[in-house]
């Protein structure tokens, strides 16, 4: 059913609408019941991070605006932020055309990263060599 | 091991580094041995599309610079653009602090989505709406 969902949406005219709630009951979670988030910072474009919600986590960052995702090393609810204070405050989320990834586009408060970088994604891959980075705008 | 291996690193000086066998050696894939791996234009800082590499997908797409997945709903290898010719170039990889997930910079040849839409993410959550949207720069 869900499948078919977003099949249909596929050839939806731009400006078409559907309620979020609908939609949410259509996200295609996987197998443990999560869907993979990817967090843009709406300013510079740079893609922080990515985490994973179930559908609660879904639902608590829609209602609250606070990025909130499933921690699947530590089996609870984990509020970016509710720790370290660096929150991440949802501006916008995209669903992709299958249903089963999300971009939600923030503003971050502080480092993303649990090791005080800006962003998760500084090992850059160049030849046959990774290096350590500070992670830098496009 | 790996775990650790990337636990190693959060320490590391900017500029040290890894030979890039073993970084792929130690990257942590989820129990159906994938990885997601999220495109980013590399020129309008766009998030494109998000899909899944096994370490063969990751290892060809090293090599040929040609971002190739793993199509979990049809079980094989899939270079992207091999059907469309919207060829997806790797010009930069990046690995998250704990191993789990890449970051590409890519070159995106036409549309990324198979909707023919520049990505895949055009289905934009506003307040109790779902919008289907074009597609825009950040």
């Avoid at 709630?21 to 709406?42: K, M, T, Y």
């Avoid at 605006?65 to 989320?93: D, P």
């Avoid at 480092?111 to 998760?120: E, I, K, M, Q, S």
Wanted: net charge negative.
């Amino acid at each position: 059913m869900s499948k078919q969902y977003f099949k249909n949406l596929e050839t939806a005219e731009v400006g078409e609408q559907r309620s979020v709630d609908e939609l949410v009951d259509n996200i295609r979670f996987n197998e443990q019941g999560l869907i993979p988030a990817v967090s843009q910072d709406i300013v510079t474009g740079e893609v922080l991070m990515l985490a994973y919600m179930n559908i609660e986590a879904l639902k608590r960052t829609l209602d609250s605006g606070h990025m909130t995702f499933w921690s699947r090393s530590r089996q609870t609810y984990w509020r970016k932020g509710e720790a370290s204070g660096h929150v991440q405050n949802l501006i916008e989320m995209l669903v992709d055309c299958d249903g089963d990834a999300l971009l939600c586009k923030v503003e971050q408060s502080g480092p993303a990263c649990h090791t005080n970088r800006r962003g998760c994604f500084y090992l850059r891959v160049n030849g046959d060599t990774a290096i350590v980075e500070v992670m830098d705008s496009i």
